[in-house]
C-alpha cells in the first residue's frame, strides 16, 4: 500500500515514519501529479488556515476534493482534522469539507495549548493511548453517519466517516502506532 503525506508543513516526516512501521510505503505530496498511485492520504498537523492557503496555491486543493470523493481514504491529524471538515466555528477558512463535522480551533484554551492525556479508544483496544495534544482543535458537532472514536472529557477528539478518519492529537509524535495501524488496515484497506 502507498500512503501519501502532505508535505507542505507540519510532521509529515514522522507521519511517514509511523506509516513505514506500519508496513505502507509513504511518498511526500508536494504537487497534483504525486497524487496518482497513492492508495491513501494523510494530512499533518500545521496551522490551517496556512494549510489552505498552500493547498490553493500548490494546485492541491481540488485534485485532493476529488479524489476523495472518488473513494481515496484520508486520514487528518490536527490541523489535518481541521481541513476535512465541512464547518469550523466562527470561521470562512477553506478546508477539504469531506467529513460532516463542525470543529472548532484552538479549543483548549491559552493555559494548555499543549498537553497529554490518556484516553481510551475503544477501537483500537482496551489499553489507554496517549495523545499529544498541539494548540488542538476538537469536533464540536457530528452528523449522523459520523462514528465517534474519543472523547478528552466532554469533548470529541477522534472521529471516522467511512474512509475518513480525524484526531485532533498527533499521533505520529509518539511511538504508540495503534492509530496509524488503524487507518492503514481498517479504513485504507476497506475493498470498495
Ligand atoms: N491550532 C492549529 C490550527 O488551528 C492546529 C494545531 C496543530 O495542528 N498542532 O490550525
Redesign the pocket.
Known amino acids: 500500500m502507498l500512503i501519501g503525506v502532505l508535505a507542505l508543513q ?1 510532521a509529515f516526516r514522522e507521519h511517514q515514519w509511523s506509516l513505514e512501521k506500519c508496513g505502507a510505503s509513504t511518498r511526500q505530496i508536494r504537487k497534483p501529479g504525486e497524487l496518482d498511485g497513492i492508495d491513501a492520504l494523510v494530512i499533518p ?4 488556515t496556512t494549510m489552505g492557503k498552500l493547498l490553493n496555491d500548490f494546485d492541491l486543493m481540488e485534485p485532493i476534493k476529488k479524489i476523495a470523493g472518488q473513494g481515496l481514504p484520508v486520514f487528518g491529524t ?2 489535518g482534522l ?1 481541513m476535512l471538515a465541512k464547518r469550523i466555528r466562527e470561521s470562512q477558512q477553506p478546508t477539504l469539507a469531506l467529513m460532516d463535522i463542525e470543529v472548532e ?2 479549543a483548549f484554551g491559552r493555559q494548555v495549548e499543549s498537553f497529554e492525556s490518556n484516553l481510551d479508544i475503544f477501537a483500537l483496544g482496551e489499553k489507554l493511548y496517549n495523545a499529544v495534544f ?4 476538537y469536533i464540536t458537532e457530528v452528523a449522523a453517519g459520523v462514528e465517534v472514536l474519543a472523547h478528552y472529557g466532554e469533548k470529541i477528539v477522534c472521529a471516522r466517516q467511512g474512509r475518513f478518519l480525524a484526531a485532533a492529537f498527533h499521533p505520529e509524535l509518539t511511538d504508540d502506532l495503534r492509530l496509524h495501524k488503524y487507518f492503514v488496515e481498517e479504513v485504507a484497506n476497506l475493498s470498495s
Not at 134 to 137: D, E
Open positions: 507540519g498537523g500545521g496551522e490551517s490536527c490541523a481541521i480551533r484552538n498541539i494548540r488542538a482543535p
